[in-house]
């Protein structure tokens, strides 16, 4: 029978058990105390895929927004401001596409990608008009 490599890994992925989580060969196992009972999960690649675009995303709207945010105190948004910006979600989600497209296909340094995708989607959707 073949032994399982288990390693611990150095983050603790729970704040409410303070648990240090284990990937073996086999997958990722993480620890839960549900009704006060310790419960090993393991997740699937799938799982583990999803998880991690979902991290992903949530790091590329942090960089969209603080990017905003400096355009925002230079004037750079077409009329917009960076909270008009971000609660229009198909506008963000267009540009956090951009963003991904800027930094994976042409390797442009984050900020500038940010820059760059901001931009480019603000000028497609137009000078913000003042009714």
Same mark, same amino acid.
Request: with cysteine.
């Given at each position: 029978m073949a032994k399982k490599n288990n390693i611990k890994i150095g983050f603790v992925a729970s704040e409410n058990t303070g648990e240090i989580e284990t +990937? $073996?060969?086999s997958g990722f196992h993480i620890t839960r105390? +549900? =009704?006060g009972e310790k419960v090993d999960i393991e997740l699937?690649?799938? &799982?583990i895929a999803q998880a991690f675009?979902? /991290? &992903?995303h949530i790091y590329y709207v942090s960089d969209i927004e603080s990017v905003l945010e400096e355009l925002e105190e230079d004037g750079d948004l077409y009329g917009y401001t960076a909270d008009e910006i971000i609660a229009d979600k198909e506008l963000m989600? $267009?540009?956090v596409s951009a963003y991904e497209k800027n930094r994976d296909k042409y390797d442009m340094e984050w900020h500038y990608a940010a820059s &760059?995708? +901001?931009k480019n989607k603000l000028e497609e959707k137009g000078e913000? /008009? =003042?009714d």
């Open positions: +990937i $073996s060969m105390t +549900i =009704n699937t690649g799938g &799982e675009c979902f /991290q &992903e989600g $267009s540009i &760059e995708a +901001i913000k /008009q =003042n």
